[in-house]
C-alpha cells in the first residue's frame, strides 16, 4: 500500500456514512463530517474530520464525497476551503449548529422545537434548490436576502450571535469595514430582525426591490377540464370580493370545441403577468382570480348540430375562481411549478355576475371533476425588473394585464390613455305586441363627431384582437340582463378626443339563422368622451338615455349628438318634450342601460385647472389666467399632481423660460415648483422621488432655467429678515427643497455646458458662489422669525453638497461650508449644527484629503468645546465615530489626521469616559490594589466574548483561525505579573484565588501549566506568613483553602474544568509540595482534598443536565458526605437545599423531611442570630436559631404527614411540645402542636398506609456512573411498587442496561467490562428491637411501621442446588445485608456496607413455609369475622389449597419431617405448626359455612370432606393428635392452641375489637419441650376450663340447631347430587388454582433461575423477580399428579383475591406468640371438652408457645446484624394490608404452576 499526498482536487470530502470501525489507525466518522485529506491509496484516505483536528487516522474512499476546494498554504500551515457558493457554505454551518441545538430541545420538550424544525426544513430545501443551480443570477440575489434573512431569525430565536451583513445579505469583512460601520450594521440589523419577530412574519421574507409596493401576479393556465362542446372564451381576471368589482384587464384565452387551445402552438403557453399591483392592492381584504367561460355558438347547446341555428353568438357558460389574498399580502408562497385546481361552476340560468359571488362565497363547489389547472408566482418589481430577473417566465410573448389604475409609481415615459367601461345592465321593455321577453344583445363602437367608428380601438383585455365592434353575451330572454362585462377603449393620445362618443346599439339575437338577419337594432344609447369643458368623462356610473330607433335608416350622428346622452345631462339642460324626439330616435322612459367607467390616462384628466396648465400655450400670455392656473395647482391634493408629474413639470419650466413679462408670474411658478417639489418629499409620496429622480436625469431639458432659479432662490434669501410671514413661509418652503432646486440648477448647468461646450463657466461659479455665500449670510440673523428658515438650511444644506461638487471647487465649496457653519450664532441651533457637521462627515466631500484638512479641525474643535460642557453628548459621540469611519478607509493621510484628532481631542474624550462612569471618579492605583488584577480578568481573560469553550464549533473555529486564542497571552501576562509582585502577594490573597483559579480552567494545556504554580505560590507566601509580634509563621493557607473550595465548587457547576484539569492539578500540586519539606504533609492533603472534590463535582456536573433526578441526588449526597468530612457548613447546607428541593418536585416527602432534619441539626435552641451561611431562603424572616429551627420543625412534620410517616412527625411535636412547655412557655402554640400531635396519632390508627417494598440492586460493569460501578445498594419502592413495577423503572433509568440472570457475585469479567449489568431482587426487612415495645400489648397497626421502617438490616434467601426435586434436600441460603443508614433516610437508597450468609435446613424451611401459612389464614380469617361484608371466594380457594392441595402436594411433602431422625426441637416446632394450621383450617370452615350462598355449598361440603380425610392422615401417618376432625354439632370456637385470658375486660368487648391485631411483641423464651404453649402474660399457664369467664359472643351457635342444619343438609344430599356434579370441575380447578396460590415451595424460585425441573430447561431462564424464600416445599416427583390449568373464571377469581388478599409470601415480619394471641381475642364458644388433644379421652397439656424462624436467636452466626433478626419473607404485600383493600395494583404476572417455565427475558434494546 503506497500512500501519496493529496492535491486541491481531493483535499476536501464529506462522509456519506458512518465509519465506525474498530481497528488501528482507523478514526469514526458520521454522515455529514466533514474530512481534510492528507494522503490517499486507491482504497483508503488518511485525514481528519474538522470538528476534531487532533485525531488522524484513515477511512475508506468510497464512504468519502470529494468536493471542490483551495488551498492557502502558509509556512507549514494548510488551510483548506470549499470552493462552493458562500451563502451554500453559510448554510451547512447554520444547518448543522441548529440541528445540535434542535437535538437538545427535543430532549427537553421545548416549545420553540417545531418552530426551529420548520427553519431548518426551508432552509434544506433552499440549499438544494442552490445547489441545483436552477437560479439566475438576480433569482439568487433574491434568495440569498430571504435565506440570510431566515438565518438571521432563527439566530435571533436561539439567542445565537448575530451575523453582521451588508444590504444584499453578504457577510461583512472585519478586514474591509471599520468597526463603526460593523457596529451600524449590526444595530441595523438587530432593530430588523426585532421589527420582523414583533410582526411575526413567515420564514420566507422577502426583501422588496427600490419600489417597495410594487409587485406583479404571474400565472400560467396549464389545462381546462370542462366539457363545453363549442368554441369558448376564457377570460381570466383579479376580482375583488369586497368591492364586489375587477380591479384588472382581462386576459382572453380562446378554447376550441375538441377542448384544446384553438391555437395548438399555444398549449401550454398561456402566460400572463397581472402588473401594476401595490400597496392598496396587498391591503385588499378578499382577492380573487377568477376565470368566466363564455360559449360561442348556438342559443341553445342542445341544437349544436342544427345548421339554422343562428350561430356566434355569446352565451355565458360558467366561472371559475381562486382565493389568492394570502398569495397578495406575502403570507403565503407559490412556485411556478406548482400546479393548483380550481373548481368550475356552471351558470345555467343565471347571470355571469351572480355566479361569480356565488362561488366567491361558497365554501365548496360540486364541481364533478370540472375545473381549471393554473401556476401562480409573485414576481417583486416593475416590468422592466421583471423582465431582466425573470426571463424564463416572463417570455417575449407574455401577456401583461395590467390593472384597470394607475400604480403606486408612474415612471417617466409610461404614458396610458386608456378607458375602461363596463357594460353593466339594462331594463328593456318587450312592448305589448311581445310575447316574451328579448334576447338582447350590446354592440358599442368609438365614434368621432361625424358618425364614423375607429377602427380598431377596442379589446377585451390584453393581447386581445383589437376590434372596431363589440358585441356582448346574450342572455335568453330576459328583459333585464345583468352583463357586467369590461373592455378596454385605447385611443391614442394624438386622436383629437373632440366629438369622440361611444356608441350602444341594442339588438334581439333570434335563436334561427332566418329571423335573425332580419332584426335589426331596435335602440341606442351614447356618451361623449370629452366635456364641454375639455375634461374627461367622468369615473362613474352612467344612466344612459335610451333611444328607440324607428326609422330603418342608419342614425345620424350629427343628430343625436344634440341629445342628452344621461338622465343627469337631460336633467342639467332641461329639455323640451319636442327635443326628446329627433328624426328615427325616440326617448323611451321606460328602459335603461347603465355603464361604468374609469379613465386611466396620462394625458385626459378631470381637473379643469390642470388641463389649464397642460395647455399652457393656450393661456401663456394671459397673465391673470395663468396666475389664477398657478395659484389653484398649488391647492390641489397630489393624487392628481403625481400621475401627471412630468407633463406639470414640462409646463412650468416651459412657462418660465418663455413668460418675460412679469416676475410675479416667476414667483408663482417657482412656488409651484416648490410646492410639487414638497409634495414629492412627503411621506406619503415618497415612492415617487425616485420618479423625479428619473425626469431630473432623463427627461429634464431646459439649459437655461438655472439662471432664473438662482435669481429667484437668492431674492428670497435676501428677504430672509423682512420680517414678513408672506416672505417666511416661501422661504422656508425652498430651504426644504433645497436638494432638488439644486439639483434642477446643477443639471440645467451641465445641459447648457454640453450644448455650448462649457461656455460661461466662470460666471455660473461666481453666481453659485454668491447664491451660497447669500445662505450663509442668513444664517448670522438672530430674529426669532428666521430660527426655523436657519434649522432647515442646516438640516437640507448637506443635502446639495454632492450635487455642488460636480461643477464648483471642492476646496472653496469646504470653505463655504465652514463659513455656514461659523454663522451660526452661538448657543442657537446648536443640536441642528451638530446634526448638520454629522452629514457632512458623511458627503463625499468629507473623503477627499484636501477638503478633510479644511474641514476636519474646525469640525474637532466644535465637538471639543460641546464636549467640555457635557453637551450633546450623544451627538458628539456619533461624529467621532463617523469621523473614525471615514479616516479607517483613508489610508493615504490617516497618519497626519489621526494626529491631528488626538491633539485635538484625545484628552477631552477619555475625561469624559471617565466622567461617564461615576464608580472611576475615585483615583484607582493599579499596582498597590486588586482591581488591577481584577480589570486584566475583565478586560482580558475573563470577558465572555473571549470564552471559546461556550462557543459552537463552528464559531470556535472562525475565531481561531483569525485571531488565536487571546487568553493565552493575557494569562501568561498575568503568571509573569504575579511572580514580580513580591512580598506584596499577601494583599492579593485570597481575593484573586477566584480570578486565577477561572484563568487556570481555561482548556488551554499550556496555560494551565503555566498558572496552575500560581496557587502553590498563594499557598506557600500565607503558609509562610509571620505572625504579629511573633517569631513565628502562620504554620496554615486556611483562607486560600478556604476560598479555593468555594469557588471551585461554583466555577465547575458553571461549566469550567475536566478532568484533564483534574490530573494536571493533582500532578502539578503534588510535585511542588513534595519539594517542599515544610508544607509538604499539609499540601498533600489538601491536593487531595481537591482531587476528591473534583471528581464529586464533575460527575455531578455531568449527571447534573440528566433527566434522572435520582441521578442527581446520589451525586448530592456524594457531596454532602465529603462537605461534613472536612467541615464545610456553607457548602453543605447549600447541597441540603439542593436536595430539599429536588424531593420536593419528585414528591419524596419522605426523604425531604429527612434532609431538613439535618439542617435543623446544625441548629440550637437558643436566641443566637442566626450566621449568614445558616439563613434559609424559605425563612427569610427568620433571624435566630430558635426561630429557623421552628420553621424548619414545622416544614419537617408537614413532609412527614405527606409521606405518611406520622410516628416520625411524633417524634417533632414532643420536642416542640416541651420547648413550649419548658423553656418559652408558649401554650397557644403548644395547644396547635398538640393538635396536630393528635391528629397524627389518629392518623396512625385510622388511616391505611402502604407498606414499602425494598429492593436489592447491584451496578456492575463500567458503564454506570462512578457512584454507581460495581456498588449494591438497597432501595425502598414507592407506595404499591413491586418488584416488576421496580424493575421496569429500573430499566428506564438505564435502558442500555442487561440484566443479571442469577444472584451469583459477578467475576471480574463483567465488573471490568463497559457494558452496564443490573442484579435485582427483593429483600426483607429486619425489624430493628424496640425495648418498650417488649412485653406488651402492641396493636398490629403500630408495629406495621416498624417492621419496614427505620430498618437498616435486610434478608433475602434462595435455594441451593442439589440436583434433586426432593424438599427433604432442598437446602436455603439466606443473606443478611446491611445498609449504610437506616431507610428512609435523606434519599430512597443507601448502598451495602455488610454482608452476612448462612443456610437454613429442609426442616426448618417447611417450618417456615407452615407458620407463613398458619398467618396467611389467620389474617384472612379475621378479616372475614370483622367485615361480613366480603366475599367467601378467596378465603374457599385458601382453605381448598390447604385441604385439598392438588398441584403441590400440600403438607404430605413433610411426612419425613415428622417420622424421620430430625432434631427433636424442630419437629416439635412442626408439629405445633401443623395443630395450629389444622385448627385455624377448622375455624375457617366454620367461617366459610356461615358466609358461603347456595351455590357454593357443595364445594363447602367437598372441603369439609377433605379436611376430616386430612385430619385422619396426619393422626395416622404423622403421628400428631387432631381434635374436633368433623363439623356435625361444631360450633365455632377459640383455638385451643391459643392463649386464652381470664379477664372479664376482653370478653365484655365486642367482637370486633377482639381481633388479631393485639399481641406480645417480644416473646418469653422457648422452652424445651416441642409443644408451644401461650399466655397473655408470656409465662407458662395451664389453660383455664371455666365456662364462667368466658362470655358468649355473638358468633356462637345453638349445638340443635347446627346438629339440625347439618341433618337437613345430610337429607338433601342426594338431591344436590346433580349441583355437587356440576362443580366437581369447578372444585378440581380452585383446588388446583389455590394450591399454586397457597403453595411455597414454587416460590423458593424467585431470586434464583437455576430450577431442577427438568421441564424448566426448555424455556428461557426467568428475570430476576421477588425474593426467593420458599414457602412450601415442593412435592417429590413420585407424589405429584397431572393436574389441568386453571380456567379462566377461576385464573380471574385468583387474581382478584390476589390482589386484596396479597400473595402468600406477602406477610408482615411477625411472631408465633403475637399469632396465637390474636386468634385468642377473637374465639367464640363455650365449649372446651372438644380442644386438641393427646388423647381421645383427656384433653393434652397446652403448647409451650413458641417462636417463628424469624425471632429465633441468630447467634454468632450473623454477627454484625444484632442479636435478633426476625424474618421478613415478604417482598410483595403485607398482611396488615388486607384489613382494607389497598388501591388496585399493577396488573399481576401471569400465574404459572410451580413446574412450568418462567417468562421469557425481554430482548435488549438495540442501540
Excluded at 657 to 684: G, H, P, V
Excluded at 1408 to 1415: L, Q, V, W
Amino acid at each position: 500500500m503506497i500512500w501519496k499526498k493529496t492535491d486541491s482536487r481531493t483535499k476536501l470530502g464529506v462522509a456519506i456514512y458512518n465509519f465506525k470501525q474498530k481497528g488501528e489507525h482507523r478514526i469514526s466518522l458520521d454522515i455529514g463530517d466533514t474530512v481534510h485529506i492528507l494522503e490517499e491509496t486507491d482504497d483508503w484516505f488518511r485525514g481528519f474530520a474538522v470538528k476534531d483536528k487532533t485525531k488522524k487516522g484513515i477511512f475508506p474512499r468510497n464512504y468519502i464525497y470529494i468536493k471542490e476546494a483551495s488551498v492557502h498554504v502558509n509556512g507549514p500551515h494548510e488551510t483548506v476551503s470549499s470552493k462552493e457558493y458562500p451563502l451554500v457554505i453559510e448554510l451547512t454551518n447554520v444547518l448543522r449548529e441548529w440541528h445540535a441545538i434542535w437535538r437538545h430541545m427535543f430532549a427537553e420538550r421545548n416549545p420553540q422545537m417545531e418552530v426551529l424544525q420548520d427553519m431548518i426544513e426551508d432552509l434544506l430545501a433552499w440549499r438544494k434548490k442552490i445547489l441545483a443551480k436552477i437560479f439566475t443570477v438576480d433569482e439568487l440575489k433574491q434568495s440569498q436576502q430571504k435565506v440570510t434573512s431566515l438565518i438571521d431569525k432563527g439566530n435571533a430565536l436561539l439567542k445565537l450571535d448575530l451575523v453582521v451583513r451588508d444590504g444584499e445579505g453578504n457577510v461583512l469583512n472585519p478586514e474591509k469595514s471599520s468597526i463603526i460601520e460593523i457596529y451600524k450594521q449590526h444595530v441595523e440589523a438587530a432593530e430588523r430582525i426585532h421589527k420582523e419577530m414583533q410582526h411575526k412574519r413567515e420564514s420566507d421574507i422577502e426583501r422588496r426591490p427600490n419600489w417597495p409596493s410594487s409587485f406583479n401576479l404571474y400565472v400560467v393556465l396549464r389545462n381546462v377540464v370542462c366539457k363545453i362542446g363549442e368554441d369558448s372564451d376564457i377570460m381570466m381576471n383579479l376580482f375583488d370580493a369586497k368591492e364586489e368589482k375587477f380591479i384588472s384587464e382581462n386576459y382572453l384565452v380562446k378554447w376550441g370545441k375538441q377542448g384544446v387551445p384553438k391555437d395548438i402552438d399555444m398549449r401550454n403557453n398561456f402566460r400572463v403577468v397581472f402588473t401594476d399591483l401595490g400597496t392598496k392592492d396587498r391591503s385588499r381584504e378578499k382577492v380573487y382570480l377568477v376565470f368566466q367561460i363564455i360559449r360561442i355558438g348556438v342559443m341553445d347547446p342542445k341544437n349544436v348540430d342544427n345548421r339554422k341555428q343562428t350561430q356566434g353568438i355569446r352565451r355565458p357558460f360558467g366561472v371559475a375562481a381562486l382565493d389568492i389574498t394570502d398569495l397578495m399580502q406575502g403570507n403565503k408562497s407559490s412556485m411556478e411549478d406548482n400546479q393548483v385546481f380550481i373548481p368550475f361552476l356552471a351558470c345555467g340560468d343565471e347571470f355571469m355576475y351572480n355566479v361569480i359571488k356565488k362561488v366567491i362565497s361558497a365554501k365548496d363547489i360540486n364541481h364533478r371533476g370540472q375545473g381549471l389547472w393554473v401556476s401562480l408566482k409573485i414576481l417583486h418589481g416593475d416590468m422592466k425588473q421583471v423582465r431582466e430577473n425573470y426571463p424564463h417566465l416572463v417570455l417575449p410573448g407574455t401577456a401583461m394585464a395590467r390593472k384597470m389604475g394607475f400604480p403606486d409609481v408612474i415612471m417617466p415615459g409610461d404614458v396610458r390613455n386608456d378607458i375602461y367601461l363596463t357594460v353593466m345592465q339594462g331594463d328593456f321593455n318587450k312592448g305589448p305586441t311581445k310575447s316574451s321577453d328579448k334576447n338582447v344583445e350590446v354592440s358599442m363602437s368609438v365614434c368621432d363627431g361625424t358618425g364614423q367608428v375607429l377602427q380598431d380601438v377596442i379589446s377585451h383585455g390584453c393581447i386581445d384582437q383589437v376590434m372596431s365592434e363589440y358585441k356582448s353575451m346574450v342572455y335568453y330572454h330576459q328583459d333585464r340582463p345583468k352583463w357586467f362585462e369590461t373592455i378596454k377603449v385605447a385611443i391614442s393620445p394624438e386622436v383629437d378626443f373632440v366629438g369622440l362618443h361611444l356608441k350602444f346599439l341594442f339588438r334581439h339575437k333570434s335563436s334561427t339563422e332566418a329571423k335573425d338577419r332580419s332584426e335589426k337594432a331596435f335602440a341606442m344609447s351614447f356618451v361623449r368622451l370629452l366635456n364641454d369643458n375639455g375634461t374627461t368623462l367622468e369615473d362613474q356610473i352612467h344612466d344612459l338615455l335610451v333611444y328607440k330607433i324607428e326609422s330603418k335608416k342608419p342614425e345620424d350622428a350629427s343628430v343625436y349628438m344634440k341629445l342628452a346622452c344621461s338622465k343627469q345631462e337631460l336633467e342639467a339642460s332641461q329639455m323640451s318634450l319636442s327635443q326628446k324626439q329627433v328624426g328615427g330616435l325616440t326617448l323611451s322612459s321606460k328602459d335603461s342601460f347603465y355603464v361604468n367607467s374609469y379613465v386611466c390616462s396620462t394625458k385626459l384628466t378631470h381637473n379643469v385647472d390642470l388641463l389649464g396648465l397642460l395647455k399652457w400655450q393656450e393661456v401663456l400670455n394671459d397673465t391673470k389666467a395663468l396666475r389664477t392656473y398657478l395659484e389653484r395647482l398649488m391647492g390641489e391634493e397630489g393624487e392628481e399632481i403625481v400621475k401627471f408629474l412630468q407633463d406639470l413639470l414640462d409646463s412650468l419650466f416651459n412657462i418660465l423660460m418663455q413668460n418675460a413679462s412679469s416676475e410675479l408670474c416667476d414667483n408663482l411658478i417657482f412656488d409651484a415648483l416648490i410646492y410639487i417639489i414638497t409634495l414629492i418629499m412627503d411621506r406619503k409620496y415618497h415612492q415617487f422621488r425616485p420618479v423625479l429622480d428619473a425626469y431630473i436625469d432623463t427627461a429634464f431639458s431646459f439649459a437655461m432655467v438655472y439662471n432664473k432659479l438662482m435669481v429667484i432662490l437668492r431674492d428670497y434669501v435676501d428677504k430672509a429678515d423682512e420680517g414678513s410671514t408672506q416672505a417666511e413661509a416661501p422661504l422656508l418652503k425652498a430651504m426644504k427643497s433645497l436638494e432638488y432646486i439644486f439639483k434642477f440648477i446643477i443639471k440645467s448647468r451641465c445641459l447648457f455646458s454640453m450644448l455650448n461646450e462649457g461656455r460661461g463657466k466662470q460666471q455660473f461659479e461666481i453666481s453659485l458662489k454668491q447664491l451660497i455665500v447669500a445662505i450663509n449670510n442668513m444664517m448670522v440673523y438672530k430674529s426669532s422669525h428666521t430660527l426655523l428658515v436657519q434649522g432647515a438650511a442646516l438640516k437640507y444644506m448637506p443635502l446639495v453638497i454632492g450635487d455642488v461638487m460636480t461643477v464648483f471647487n471642492p476646496v472653496e465649496l469646504s470653505d463655504l461650508l465652514i463659513q455656514f457653519l461659523h454663522n451660526v450664532p452661538p448657543e442657537r441651533l446648536t443640536k441642528q449644527k451638530m446634526k448638520c457637521i454629522d452629514q457632512i462627515i458623511q458627503t463625499e466631500l468629507f473623503s477627499l484629503p484636501q477638503c478633510r484638512q479644511v474641514l476636519l479641525p474646525p469640525f474637532l474643535q466644535q465637538t471639543h468645546e460641546l464636549m467640555e460642557k457635557k453637551e450633546e453628548m450623544e451627538d458628539c459621540i456619533s461624529i467621532l465615530g463617523h469621523i473614525m469611519d471615514r479616516l479607517w478607509s483613508c489610508e493615504s493621510s490617516r497618519d497626519l489626521e489621526i494626529t491631528i484628532l488626538v491633539d485635538k481631542i484625545l484628552r477631552t474624550v477619555i475625561q469624559s469616559v471617565i466622567g461617564l462612569d461615576q464608580s472611576s471618579k475615585q483615583e484607582v492605583k493599579f499596582y498597590n490594589t486588586i482591581n488591577y488584577y481584577k480589570y486584566w480578568w475583565a478586560f482580558g481573560v475573563g470577558q465572555d466574548s473571549l470564552q471559546l469553550d461556550s462557543f459552537s464549533i463552528s464559531k470556535r473555529n472562525k475565531i481561531i483561525s483569525r485571531y488565536k486564542d487571546m487568553r493565552r497571552e493575557t494569562g501568561f501576562e498575568i503568571r509573569s505579573m504575579w511572580f514580580k509582585l513580591g512580598p506584596n502577594k499577601i494583599n492579593f490573597i485570597p481575593e484573586l484565588v477566584g480570578p486565577v483559579l477561572e484563568m487556570t480552567l481555561i482548556p488551554e494545556t499550556e496555560l494551565r501549566k503555566a498558572t496552575i504554580p500560581i496557587f502553590f505560590d498563594m499557598m506557600h507566601h500565607e503558609f509562610s506568613q509571620p505572625i504579629p509580634n511573633s517569631n513565628h509563621i502562620q504554620g496554615n493557607f486556611n483562607d486560600f483553602e478556604n476560598e479555593m473550595i468555594t469557588k471551585l465548587d461554583m466555577l465547575i457547576e458553571g461549566g469550567r474544568g475536566d478532568e484533564q484539569y483534574m490530573e494536571l492539578f493533582t500532578e502539578i500540586m503534588e510535585h511542588l509540595c513534595e519539594g517542599n519539606p515544610d508544607m509538604c504533609d499539609q499540601g498533600l492533603k489538601f491536593v487531595d482534598m481537591i482531587h476528591k472534590l473534583l471528581e464529586r463535582l464533575l460527575v455531578y456536573r455531568t449527571i447534573m443536565m440528566d433527566e434522572v433526578r435520582e441521578h442527581r441526588m446520589s451525586c448530592i449526597v456524594n457531596l454532602l458526605d465529603f462537605y461534613h468530612e472536612i467541615n464545610r457548613q456553607e457548602m453543605y447546607i447549600r447541597y441540603l437545599n439542593k436536595l430539599y428541593e429536588l424531593h420536593l418536585g419528585c414528591d419524596n416527602f419522605t426523604e425531604a423531611a429527612h434532609t431538613l432534619i439535618l439542617y435543623a441539626k446544625l441548629l440550637q435552641w437558643s436566641e443566637e442570630p442566626l450566621a449568614p451561611m445558616l439563613r434559609n431562603y424559605n425563612h427569610r424572616d427568620a433571624m435566630t436559631h430558635r426561630q429557623l429551627k421552628e420553621k424548619l420543625y414545622y416544614d419537617i412534620i408537614s413532609n412527614f404527614n405527606k409521606g405518611k410517616m406520622w410516628e416520625k412527625g411524633i417524634e417533632l411535636c414532643e420536642e416542640l411540645c416541651l420547648l413550649y412547655k419548658e423553656e418559652v412557655f408558649d401554650y397557644a402554640s403548644l395547644s396547635e402542636i398538640l393538635k396536630r400531635q393528635a391528629s397524627l396519632y389518629d392518623c396512625i390508627m385510622k388511616q391505611m398506609r402502604p407498606e414499602p417494598e425494598y429492593f436489592r440492586v447491584g451496578y456492575f460493569g463500567g458503564g454506570f456512573p462512578s457512584f454507581l460501578q460495581n456498588k449494591v445498594f438497597v432501595y425502598r419502592g414507592k407506595e404499591y411498587e413491586r418488584l416488576a413495577d421496580f424493575n421496569a423503572r429500573m430499566q428506564t433509568l438505564f435502558p442500555h442496561a442487561e440484566l443479571m440472570r442469577t444472584l451469583d457475585p459477578p467475576d471480574n469479567d463483567i465488573k471490568e467490562s463497559q457494558k452496564q449489568y443490573l442484579q435485582i431482587n427483593a429483600v426483607s426487612p429486619v425489624m430493628e428491637p424496640h425495648s418498650r415495645f417488649s412485653g406488651r400489648l402492641i396493636s398490629d397497626q403500630i408495629l406495621r411501621y416498624y417492621k419496614v421502617n427505620e430498618v437498616q438490616q435486610f434478608t433475602y434467601s434462595r435455594r441451593k442446588e442439589d440436583g434433586s426435586g426432593d424438599v427433604t434436600n432442598m437446602w436455603l441460603e439466606r443473606t443478611y445485608i446491611k445498609t449504610s443508614y437506616p431507610l428512609p433516610g435523606i434519599v430512597g437508597w443507601f448502598p451495602v456496607v455488610e454482608m452476612k450468609m448462612l443456610a437454613v435446613s429442609p426442616i426448618e424451611n417447611a417450618i417456615e413455609t407452615m407458620e407463613e401459612k398458619n398467618k396467611n389464614l389467620l389474617s384472612l380469617i379475621e378479616q372475614h369475622r370483622l367485615d361480613w361484608n366480603l366475599r367467601s371466594d378467596t378465603l374457599g380457594m385458601q382453605l381448598n389449597g390447604v385441604v385439598d392441595p392438588a398441584v403441590s402436594g400440600g403438607i404430605a411433602n413433610y411426612k419425613e419431617f415428622y417420622i424421620g431422625d430430625f432434631e427433636p426441637d424442630l419437629q416439635a416446632r412442626l408439629r405445633a405448626a401443623t395443630i395450629d394450621q389444622v385448627t385455624l383450617v377448622r375455624d375457617g370452615l366454620l367461617v366459610h359455612k356461615s358466609k358461603a350462598p347456595e351455590a357454593l355449598q357443595p364445594f363447602h361440603s367437598h372441603m369439609e370432606q377433605r379436611f376430616f380425610q386430612m385430619c385422619h392422615m396426619i393422626e395416622k401417618e404423622y403421628g400428631v393428635k387432631v381434635a374436633d376432625k368433623g363439623f356435625l354439632g361444631a360450633t365455632l370456637r377459640r383455638n385451643q392452641s391459643l392463649p386464652s385470658t381470664t379477664s372479664n375486660r376482653t370478653s365484655d368487648l365486642p367482637i370486633a375489637s377482639l381481633n388479631h391485631d393485639w399481641r406480645f411483641y417480644k416473646p418469653p423464651p422457648r422452652p424445651a419441650t416441642g409443644l408451644v404453649t401461650a399466655s397473655s402474660s408470656g409465662s407458662n399457664t395451664p389453660r383455664s376450663s371455666n365456662i364462667a369467664t368466658r362470655s358468649q359472643s355473638v358468633w356462637v351457635k345453638d349445638k340443635s340447631s347446627s346438629s339440625s342444619g347439618t341433618k337437613e343438609k345430610s337429607s338433601s344430599s342426594s338431591s344436590s347430587l346433580s349441583k355437587v356434579s356440576t362443580l366437581s370441575t369447578l372444585k378440581k380447578r380452585v383446588s388446583q388454582v389455590t394450591e399454586q396460590f397457597g403453595s411455597s415451595a414454587d416460590l423458593s424460585h424467585r431470586n434464583s433461575l437455576e430450577s431442577p425441573q427438568p421441564q424448566q430447561l426448555s424455556h428461557p431462564p426467568i428475570e430476576l423477580s421477588e425474593q426467593l424464600t420458599p414457602k412450601r416445599p415442593l412435592r417429590p416427583d413420585t407424589e405429584r399428579r397431572p393436574s389441568r390449568p386453571p380456567s379462566s373464571a377461576s385464573q380471574a377469581s385468583l387474581s382478584g383475591s390476589r390482589a386484596k388478599s396479597g400473595s402468600a409470601n406477602s406477610i408482615a415480619s411477625s411472631h408465633s406468640g403475637g399469632t396465637h394471641r390474636s386468634r385468642n381475642s377473637a374465639d367464640v364458644g363455650d365449649d372446651l371438652s372438644n380442644g386438641l388433644a393427646t388423647t381421645p379421652d383427656e384433653p393434652p397439656p397446652l403448647p409451650e408457645k413458641h417462636h417463628s424462624y424469624g425471632d429465633i436467636m441468630l447467634g454468632a452466626g450473623i454477627s454484625g446484624l444484632g442479636d435478633v433478626i426476625p424474618r421478613r419473607a415478604s417482598s410483595v404485600s403485607q398482611a396488615g394490608n388486607r384489613q382494607k383493600p389497598p388501591p388496585p395494583p399493577p396488573p399481576p404476572p401471569t400465574i404459572v404452576d410451580d413446574e412450568a417455565t418462567p417468562p421469557p427475558v425481554p430482548p435488549k434494546p438495540s442501540h
